[in-house]
T-cell receptor
Framework: DTGVSQDPRHKITKRGQNVTFRCDPISEHNRLYWYRQTLGQGPEFLTYFQNEAQLEKSRLLSDRFSAERPKGSFSTLEIQRTEQGDSAMYLC?????????????FGEGSRLTVL | AQKITQTQPGMFVQEKEAVTLDCTYDTSDQSYGLFWYKQPSSGEMIFLIYQGSYDEQNATEGRYSLNFQKARKSANLVISASQLGDSAMYFCAIQGGSEKLVFGKGTKLTVNP
């Protein structure tokens, strides 16, 4: 399978703990995105990387959130001191430089539950 | 800033019939793109169709077509000959001057046999 891969698929943690999600984009896709989706809502943009550079961040990305993409390949999203409001599906997407449609290829997401 | 409004929380359609999912948008950008994604229960967002703001023809992709009415700021998705596998959440999204997609709240489509 050469699609976008996310790990873990599910994570249950206690409030105050740190969690980290990993995203492996489609090979040779230089653009990588993180979105967050809460129940009953559409995905909300968190951040965007072009190669290893983080070029855009949403105000939703508080100081407790940090994302990296070392060497422009896989990416990690870390949430420190988790809160119950962080419970959501975290979606990763990738694409090449903009083509005709700008289609994003999404992974199946990492679902976080904070108790 | 961009905004997407999907006013239909849920829609029902009989198998083999056509269905229209509504989407209206608001943007201050002159150049923008409109997207439709499907999200089955597995969670993965699947790209369906794209319409550029300067495209004069309505986009079509197989059984999907996008009814683009620029003056009314609407970008409705039409699914022809519905199949049971079309049952899913459908999200309309817009992209303007930045890299981010702004999504609506979605419409849950149920296809009945």
């Amino acid at each position: 399978d050469t699609g976008v891969s996310q790990d873990p698929r599910h994570k249950i943690t206690k409030r105050g703990q740190n969690v980290t999600f990993r995203c492996d984009p489609i090979s040779e896709h230089n653009r990588l995105y993180w979105y967050r989706q809460t129940l009953g809502q559409g995905p909300e943009f968190l951040t965007y990387f072009q190669n290893e550079a983080q070029l855009e961040k949403s105000r939703l990305l508080s100081d407790r959130f940090s994302a990296e993409r070392p060497k422009g390949s896989f990416s990690t999203l870390e949430i420190q001191r988790t809160e119950q409001g962080d419970s959501a599906m975290y979606l990763c997407a990738s694409t090449r430089d903009r083509g005709d449609t700008g289609e994003l290829f999404f992974g199946e997401g990492s679902r976080l539950t904070v108790l | 800033a961009q905004k997407i409004t999907q006013t239909q929380p849920g829609m029902f359609v009989q198998e083999k019939e056509a269905v229209t999912l509504d989407c209206t948008y608001d943007t201050s950008d002159q150049s923008y793109g409109l997207f439709w994604y499907k999200q089955p229960s597995s969670g993965e967002m699947i790209f369906l169709i794209y319409q550029g703001s300067y495209d004069e023809q309505n986009a079509t992709e197989g059984r999907y077509s996008l009814n683009f009415q620029k003056a009314r700021k609407s970008a409705n998705l039409v699914i022809s000959a519905s199949q049971l596998g079309d049952s899913a959440m459908y999200f309309c999204a817009i992209q303007g001057g930045s890299e981010k997609l702004v999504f609506g709240k979605g419409t849950k489509l149920t296809v009945n046999p």
